[in-house]
């Protein structure tokens, strides 16, 4: 079902991602727990796969949908974020 999936709306899979995107992810959710830090919010509400999934998508310059822009916005600023 995954197979027809991606074939019939065209997303291109990438399973072997690579060092660069973990790097980049893990640099962006450090960043992100700072951020919670300093506000005096609640520790981390968000996983390293969210970061993974995002810096995925600005590296190979793909566009992230997601219903939470601010989050992507100052993690990734020149990633496309479309939402809906």
Not at 52 to 74: E, K, N, W
Not at 77 to 83: A, D, F, G, R, Y
């Amino acid at each position: 079902m995954l197979d027809e999936f991606f074939h019939a709306t065209a997303i291109p899979l990438d399973w072997e991602a690579g060092e660069p995107i973990w790097r980049v992810a893990g640099r962006a959710f450090q960043n992100y727990v700072e951020r919670r830090k300093r506000g005096k919010e609640e520790l981390p509400r968000r996983i390293l796969a969210d970061f993974f999934i995002a810096a995925h998508a600005a590296l190979d310059r793909y566009s992230l949908i997601t219903l939470d822009q601010r989050l992507y916005r100052a993690a990734y600023p020149k990633l496309e974020i479309l939402t809906f």
